[in-house]
């Protein structure tokens, strides 16, 4: 079975775009979860999405946006990036055994 | 509000040596705990998790960690490790009654030494 799916896998963007990460999570899971890696610390809570509805958000500006698909994909959207969100993002999909699995990540840079 | 302390950014051992990853936890409801394991540019993958009943969890590759409530800590250990094992290590912790929020841990990294 496929794992946990982001695409892309690596992201350069200049100050002030925008960005649009994608996920796929594992047939059958109805949650996926956003976090935020920078180097050298550990992943941080942006989103969490269940049957399509947010049941939780972490301590982001509203620059970072997300929703979730009738399939269950999602995606992630930064608004006016600054050069702190560069870091890894990563998704993470599970179906209520409170284990998640996480996809590979979005390296992002923004220069 | 959850918090996860893992006191040692960096652990290096031999090979065949034993190991503990300390972590210690805040809460003030129930929690599950989790260790997680990533290696260079990879996402993260479970190692072991406790949910509920014995508080000692094994994962098939030879570590094991503790959940021990009084002392609100869940550390890792291996009786001997292997280079494979060289990864950066996190334990993370979520709410019994949410929806699957994990605060995680800075991290430790293990570098097995040949």
């Known amino acids: 079975d496929a794992g946990v799916t982001q695409s892309p896998t690596h992201l350069i963007k200049t100050r002030g775009q925008h960005v649009t990460l994608r996920c796929s999570p594992i047939s059958g899971h109805k949650s996926v979860s956003w976090y935020q890696q920078v180097l050298g610390q550990g992943p941080q809570f942006i989103f969490q999405y269940y049957e399509k509805e947010e049941r939780g958000r972490g301590n982001f500006p509203d620059r970072f946006s997300a929703r979730q698909f009738p399939n269950y994909s999602s995606e992630l959207n930064v608004n006016a990036l600054l050069l702190g969100d560069s870091a890894l993002y990563l998704c993470?999909?599970?179906?209520?055994?409170?284990?998640?699995?996480f996809g590979p990540g979005t390296r992002l840079t923004v220069t | 509000a959850q918090s996860v302390t893992q006191l040692d950014s960096q652990v290096p051992v031999f090979e065949e040596a034993p190991v503990e990853l300390r972590c210690n936890y805040s809460?003030?409801?129930?929690?599950?705990l989790f260790w997680y394991v990533q290696y260079p540019n990879q996402g993260l993958q479970l190692l072991l998790k406790y949910l509920s009943g014995s508080t000692l969890v094994e994962s098939i590759n030879g570590f094991e960690a503790e959940f021990n409530k009084s002392q609100t800590s869940f550390h890792l250990r291996k009786p001997s490790v292997h280079i494979s094992d060289t990864a950066e290590y996190f334990c993370?912790?979520?709410?019994?009654?949410?929806?699957?929020?994990?605060?995680f841990g800075t991290g430790t990294k293990l570098q097995v030494i040949p």
């Open positions: 993370a912790v979520s709410d019994s009654g949410g929806y699957q929020k994990v605060t």
């Open positions: 809460s003030s409801v129930s929690v599950y």
């Open positions: 993470a999909s599970g179906w209520g055994s409170y284990e998640q699995y």
